[in-house]
């Protein structure tokens, strides 16, 4: 991100926390701690809206026996959400995951299901909600699709392409509101009233993804790809309105560092969701029993020796909720891979025991004697801590989701090493230590250690991406064997879009037989036993 960008976004968040306060509402609950002596909050505490399975937990499956279009994709999605409310039935067939989750649940959950067409979707809402539809353009103006969405969260109102008008019409649906040419803007100025503000969504007019769950949960929808003042200016108005501690869910517009900036600034946390489905499904936690996510195999005991070098291994990108949903649990270059016979990190995303819980369940159900599991990034969110500005608040979420989800080792994205992250961090009763990334590839900080609270942040030494598996190997065989030293351990990053798990099966293949595998639990455990609790910055 440039710095006049920077500069600008700066300038308007000050603007706009200047004078925001008339739109704000004001959180009804405010979360407190359970008890006076604890940090963090009750462990049912949660950042989002508990979705309602239908009692039956009996699905409905469209897209099945019929291929529907995006536009009528987009309308079978509303009607999706708008049920999941009081008591969702519909699930989105899509590609080879989501058949795999739909069986899953059958299996697993005691779900029973059986296909609809969306006619029949249409006159069952027509029944119980109304016959009234919200028409968009999605040709001629782009945006009016995220107002449609808005619109019919809002209201509770289908939203119809022009295209689709005429047979949507055949089906029965009246028309409610004209929203073809209505921006985001007029659409916020218009129903922010009737939104909540304890969440956004942001995606781009293209993805017709997660408008099942945005709509459900009332959310507004809103992409600014520009970067003009009057679309910075937008974005932080939205922002601005939306509480503090709330989720952003999709994906923001142009550079990822930019998006989430802007977001951090504002305190609320980017959840990537932006290519999911059936979300208003999953969200359904009383449907699955709750959170079921225990790990078997994040300690192992092990002891110093002399002699020894000491290394764990994590995918990153773990945060990414639409990984976990589409394409890490089954794929054959991350977790679905044929596993070998030693420790492997996989970065998860703590919020899924809100947002899938079933999917967590499949990680424990599949986890190899050797996986074990670290939060991503940054917490129960992607954001930067050292803009964040309600810290405390974030850290104390995070301790509620650490304990319901078995997890305490985080991964810590930011711009760099910040004494007042650490210590905040450190504070957090069940984190036992974190893994830094920061600088370009997550290398930046070359193995350092900073202390806080007894607890170790060692930041990553080694990075497998876009790497040279041989080099890498080479350098790790030539490193300190001391575990008495920083210099005695090295934590590595899988980044998952450049390599793959087969990489990682290499690199061990070429380490000598007295560098040692561990998980990042004892990684850190080993650390904080052995090694001075002085800062080291390499």
């Given at each position: 991100?440039?710095?006049?960008?920077?500069?600008?976004?700066?300038?308007?968040?000050?603007?706009?926390?200047?004078?925001?306060?008339?739109?704000?509402?004001?959180?009804?609950?405010?979360?407190?701690?359970?008890?006076?002596?604890?940090?963090?909050?009750?462990?049912?505490?949660?950042?989002?809206?508990?979705?309602?399975?239908?009692?039956?937990?009996?699905?409905?499956?469209?897209?099945?026996?019929?291929?529907?279009?995006?536009?009528?994709?987009?309308?079978?999605?509303?009607?999706?959400?708008?049920?999941?409310?009081?008591?969702?039935?519909?699930?989105?067939?899509?590609?080879?995951?989501?058949?795999?989750?739909?069986?899953?649940?059958?299996?697993?959950?005691?779900?029973?299901?059986?296909?609809?067409?969306?006619?029949?979707?249409?006159?069952?809402?027509?029944?119980?909600?109304?016959?009234?539809?919200?028409?968009?353009?999605?040709?001629?103006?782009?945006?009016?699709?995220?107002?449609?969405?808005?619109?019919a969260g809002a209201l509770d109102y289908l939203p119809v392409?022009?295209?689709?008008?005429?047979?949507?019409?055949?089906?029965?649906?009246?028309?409610?509101?004209?929203?073809?040419?209505?921006?985001?803007?007029?659409?916020?100025?218009?129903?922010?009233?009737?939104?909540?503000?304890?969440?956004?969504?942001?995606?781009?007019?293209?993805?017709?993804?997660?408008?099942?769950?945005?709509?459900?949960?009332?959310?507004?929808?809103?992409?600014?790809?520009?970067?003009?003042?009057?679309?910075?200016?937008?974005?932080?108005?939205?922002?601005?309105?939306?509480?503090?501690?709330?989720?952003?869910?999709?994906?923001?517009?142009?550079?990822?560092?930019?998006?989430?900036?802007?977001?951090?600034?504002?305190?609320?946390?980017?959840?990537?969701?932006?290519?999911?489905?059936?979300?208003?499904?999953?969200?359904?936690?009383?449907?699955?029993?709750?959170?079921?996510?225990?790990?078997?195999?994040?300690?192992?005991?092990?002891?110093?020796?002399?002699?020894?070098?000491?290394?764990?291994?994590?995918?990153?990108?773990?945060?990414?909720?639409?990984?976990?949903?589409?394409?890490?649990?089954?794929?054959?270059?991350?977790?679905?891979?044929?596993?070998?016979?030693?420790?492997?990190?996989?970065?998860?995303?703590?919020?899924?025991?809100?947002?899938?819980?079933?999917?967590?369940?499949?990680?424990?159900?599949?986890?190899?004697?050797?996986?074990?599991?670290?939060?991503?990034?940054?917490?129960?969110?992607?954001?930067?801590?050292?803009?964040?500005?309600?810290?405390?608040?974030?850290?104390?979420?995070?301790?509620?989701?650490?304990?319901?989800?078995?997890?305490?080792?985080?991964?810590?994205?930011?711009?760099?090493?910040?004494?007042?992250?650490?210590?905040?961090?450190?504070?957090?009763?069940?984190?036992?230590?974190?893994?830094?990334?920061?600088?370009?590839?997550?290398?930046?900080?070359?193995?350092?250690?900073?202390?806080?609270?007894?607890?170790?942040?060692?930041?990553?030494?080694?990075?497998?991406?876009?790497?040279?598996?041989?080099?890498?190997a080479e350098r790790i065989n030539g490193y300190a064997k001391?575990?008495?030293?920083?210099?005695?351990?090295?934590?590595?990053?899988?980044?998952?879009?450049?390599?793959?798990?087969?990489?990682?099966?290499?690199?061990?293949?070429?380490?000598?037989?007295?560098?040692?595998?561990?998980?990042?639990?004892?990684?850190?455990?080993?650390?904080?036993?052995?090694?001075?609790?002085?800062?080291?910055?390499?």
């Amino acid at each position: 991100m440039g710095m006049a960008l920077v500069m600008l976004l700066l300038t308007l968040t000050g603007m706009l926390t200047a004078c925001r306060g008339d739109d704000v509402t004001p959180p009804d609950d405010t979360p407190t701690p359970a008890e006076p002596e604890k940090f963090g909050y009750a462990d049912d505490f949660s950042y989002y809206q508990e979705l309602v399975m239908n009692p039956d937990k009996h699905l409905y499956v469209y897209n099945r026996t019929e291929t529907l279009t995006n536009e009528e994709t987009v309308l079978a999605e509303a009607i999706q959400g708008i049920y999941a409310r009081t008591g969702a039935k519909y699930y989105r067939y899509s590609n080879d995951a989501y058949a795999t989750w739909l069986d899953d649940m059958i299996e697993h959950y005691g779900f029973t299901a059986e296909d609809i067409t969306l006619s029949e979707m249409v006159a069952g809402f027509i029944r119980d909600y109304g016959n009234q539809y919200v028409l968009y353009d999605w040709q001629g103006l782009a945006e009016s699709i995220n107002s449609a969405c808005t619109i019919a969260g809002a209201l509770d109102y289908l939203p119809v392409d022009v295209t689709l008008r005429e047979k949507a019409e055949g089906w029965g649906l009246t028309l409610g509101v004209d929203a073809s040419k209505m921006t985001e803007k007029a659409c916020f100025t218009a129903y922010k009233d009737k939104l909540s503000n304890t969440g956004l969504v942001q995606q781009s007019a293209g993805n017709i993804r997660l408008r099942d769950y945005g709509i459900a949960c009332r959310y507004f929808f809103f992409y600014r790809a520009g970067q003009e003042t009057e679309d910075m200016m937008f974005r932080g108005q939205v922002q601005g309105w939306v509480e503090e501690n709330s989720p952003v869910f999709g994906w923001g517009p142009n550079d990822e560092a930019e998006h989430v900036t802007v977001s951090s600034q504002y305190g609320q946390f980017t959840i990537p969701s932006d290519h999911c489905f059936n979300m208003s499904v999953f969200a359904c936690r009383a449907a699955f029993g709750g959170v079921d996510f225990t790990q078997s195999a994040k300690t192992t005991g092990v002891r110093a020796e002399a002699g020894k070098h000491y290394v764990c291994i994590m995918m990153s990108d773990g945060d990414n909720v639409q990984t976990w949903y589409n394409t890490f649990p089954f794929n054959s270059k991350y977790f679905g891979a044929e596993r070998g016979d030693f420790p492997m990190g996989w970065s998860v995303q703590p919020s899924l025991s809100d947002l899938g819980p079933n999917v967590l369940g499949y990680l424990k159900r599949n986890a190899g004697a050797k996986d074990y599991f670290v939060c991503s990034v940054s917490g129960q969110g992607y954001m930067y801590p050292q803009i964040y500005p309600d810290l405390k608040g974030f850290t104390q979420g995070l301790s509620a989701y650490l304990r319901r989800t078995d997890l305490s080792v985080v991964q810590i994205l930011d711009s760099g090493y910040s004494a007042k992250v650490v210590e905040a961090y450190a504070q957090i009763p069940e984190l036992k230590g974190a893994i830094y990334c920061y600088g370009d590839k997550y290398v930046a900080g070359n193995g350092s250690v900073y202390w806080s609270n007894g607890k170790p942040f060692v930041a990553i030494r080694e990075t497998l991406w876009n790497a040279n598996v041989e080099a890498m190997a080479e350098r790790i065989n030539g490193y300190a064997k001391d575990p008495t030293t920083i210099e005695g351990y090295t934590a590595i990053n899988l980044h998952p879009w450049s390599m793959s798990y087969q990489d990682v099966v290499k690199l061990v293949e070429l380490l000598d037989d007295d560098v040692v595998i561990v998980t990042a639990d004892d990684f850190i455990q080993l650390i904080t036993e052995n090694v001075p609790k002085t800062d080291v910055v390499r």
